[in-house]
Nanobody
Framework: VQLVESGGGSVQAGGSLRLSCVAS?????????MGWFRQAPGKGREEVAS???????IYADSVKGRFTISKDNAKNTLYLQMSSLKTEDTAVYYC????????????????WGQGTQVTVS
């Protein structure tokens, strides 16, 4: 499965961005757990949000109320709507897929995109 992210860029604090991730798998995308992760310079990879096959969502405390994860199974696409962005949201954002449908643990996510840079100033 190939994952391709888009939508990153530079934005001022308080602004919004929407990230997209298109998966190459047409037939089983709806069964995946999909997640967004991020990695800031000098820091480890952090899970931002995940959504399972039943559309149950989980968010990191740092983004609750500001970010929304969603997916469109018909388009094999995962989204992350980011609002009220803060400078500490600056990071490379990665899309990941768990083919087994499990959102935990981290190693359940076996497919990863190349990442898209988000810079908040």
């Amino acid at each position: 499965v190939q994952l391709v992210e888009s939508g990153g860029g530079s934005v001022q604090a308080g602004g919004s961005l929407r990230l997209s991730c298109v998966a190459s798998d047409t037939y089983t995308f709806s069964t995946y757990c999909m997640g967004w992760f991020r990695q800031a310079p000098g820091k480890g990879r952090e899970e931002v949000a995940s959504i399972d096959a039943d559309d149950n969502t989980i968010y990191a405390d740092s983004v609750k109320g500001r970010f929304t994860i969603s997916k469109d199974n018909a388009k094999n696409t995962l989204y992350l709507q980011m609002s009220s962005l803060k400078t500490e949201d600056t990071a490379v954002y990665y899309c990941a897929a768990s083919g087994g449908g499990y959102c935990y643990p981290l190693y359940a996510f076996e497919y990863w995109g190349q990442g898209t840079q988000v810079t908040v100033s």
